[in-house]
């Protein structure tokens, strides 16, 4: 084999001779070897910054991605994390609290016997708390319209005793004892509902409500928005709280003297027993407030229920034998929440109402004679019981409404020109016929809500309100002459 030095290939064809470097003309050893360097150097430090940039840029939008994941429901599974994550397993803590369930390890329905002793000691306290606040507040004449009252509002002697006697004014029974019963059998009958009658109704109605807003496709009822309802609700009743211990702090500052029926205390138990007193009457208000709020959760749930199938029922996303299910469900759980859920909510309404009215009147008869403190307290505290007292009233009527709603289905299922054509006659009838036939009415101590009937008694408390106003002061002024 020999070497082919001729410039040409074996074939016959000419190599291409390698052609000379170009050069500019400029050494490459010169100065502006450097300054290329340079300028390469520049570029590769540009590229890396650019880099780390987008790295950065991507790691950002990988968190806000996973935190978009773990927020955003996807599916039924995803839907379902999210309603115990944000809202079934607070609000059962809550209730722990307030020992309504049990405190510790509220989720689970089998506890160690630990737990179980822990649980039941902790509701033994919680029920002395309460029945030393009912008794505390009877022997120092704490009322919950008028704070400290005593009759011909200042102190007795006792005779032949250098101490004071406090006096209350007003028929006990009627201001202390039958206010206590109805509270502490309110809070007696939602504990027996939420311990012993392994009630689930909530998590079933929670569960069925954040599916129906996967399956709809309307962004007005996506779960955030019903989260963020829930979330004000709640924040709603802890400022109620806060402002009605603050009114009582402030009645109870500025008291001239706080007697307890002329029991003999020195200074430390006395004060020992204003704290107890400030303490178990705030936990009353705040039981009180957490069993409205539980009735409000379940008319706000029912109503979103209730506007979503028909949402569903309009878009034609779901069969008319699934909406006769799903009727049928709510059915149920209306029947829940008037016949279990309302009767403990009856005594308290009815304990809101009257110190509202009692407040009001205390102020309209006497409030020119109260000092400033005393008067402000006494006109937020009219205010907060009446808003107590509205609020759940005012969610039940509009349940009722959207109870309507579903009634007029099935006709809007039979007159639409459109979605329905491929349903037979005979089928789109009896779908007419079932919910024509429903009965769902929204009951508060057997008696129906509605707007027609909140508004006739509206009218009549306020026409009795001006009569027993000109009557009164008529009185007033015939008596003064």
């Not at 699934?322 to 009815?350: A, T």
Request: negative net charge; hydrophobic residues 45%.
């Amino acid at each position: 084999m020999s070497l082919n030095t001729s410039g040409s290939s074996d074939d016959g064809n000419p190599v291409p001779e390698p052609r000379p470097e170009v050069s500019d003309g400029k050494d490459p050893g010169d100065s502006s070897a450097g300054s290329s360097n340079n300028s390469a150097e520049q570029r590769i430090a540009e590229v890396s910054i650019t880099t780390a940039e987008m790295i950065t840029v991507s790691a950002n939008e990988l968190n806000q991605m996973r935190e978009f994941a773990m927020d955003e429901p996807t599916g039924v599974s995803g839907a379902l994390r999210y309603c115990k994550r944000r809202i079934l397993f607070p609000y059962l803590r809550l209730l722990g609290v307030m020992g309504l369930k049990p405190t510790l390890n509220p989720e689970s329905t089998e506890n160690g016997l630990c737990l179980i002793i822990l649980n039941r000691v902790y509701f033994l306290l919680v029920v002395l708390l309460l029945l030393a606040g009912y008794v505390l507040q009877y022997l120092s004449c704490f009322r919950r319209d008028r704070g400290f009252l005593y009759k011909n509002e200042n102190l007795e002697r006792v005779p032949n005793d250098n101490q004071f006697r406090s006096i209350c004014s007003g028929n006990p029974i009627l201001i202390h004892v039958l206010p206590s019963v109805f509270h502490i059998t309110s809070f007696l009958y939602m504990v027996y509902l939420y311990r012993f009658n392994d009630d689930e109704q909530l998590q079933n109605l929670m569960e069925r409500v954040f599916i129906q807003a996967t399956h709809s496709h309307s962004q007005f009822y996506s779960q955030k928005k019903l989260l963020r309802t829930l979330q004000h609700l709640v924040m709603s009743s802890l400022v109620w709280i806060i402002t009605s211990t603050t009114c009582q702090l402030v009645q109870i500052w500025s008291a001239p003297h706080i007697s307890f029926s002329n029991l003999p205390f020195s200074e430390d138990i006395q004060g020992v027993l204003i704290g107890t007193l400030a303490l178990s009457t705030t936990w009353q208000d705040s039981i009180q407030v957490t069993v409205i709020i539980s009735y409000c959760i379940h008319c706000i749930l029912l109503s979103t229920y209730l506007e979503l199938l028909n949402a569903r029922v309009q878009q034609n996303t779901i069969s008319l034998s699934e909406c006769i299910k799903e009727i049928g469900e709510l059915k149920k759980l209306i029947s829940y929440l008037s016949d279990d859920l309302s009767p403990c909510l009856g005594p308290l309404l009815i304990l809101d109402a009257a110190t509202a009215v009692s407040s009001i009147t205390f102020l309209a008869l006497k409030g020119s004679h109260l000092h400033m403190y005393d008067f402000i307290s006494l006109v937020i505290v009219a205010t907060l019981w009446l808003l107590l007292f509205i609020f759940p009233i005012t969610q039940a009527a509009t349940l009722s409404a959207s109870c309507k709603q579903v009634l007029e289905i099935g006709h809007l299922v039979r007159l639409r020109p459109f979605g329905y054509q491929d349903i037979p006659q005979t089928d789109l009838d009896s779908f007419l016929l079932f919910v024509s036939t429903l009965r769902m009415d929204v009951r508060i101590l057997k008696m129906p809500i509605s707007t027609p009937i909140i508004a006739c008694s509206f009218s009549l408390i306020m026409f009795t309100t001006l009569m027993w106003g000109f009557f009164m002061s008529s009185f007033l002024a015939t008596k003064s002459v």
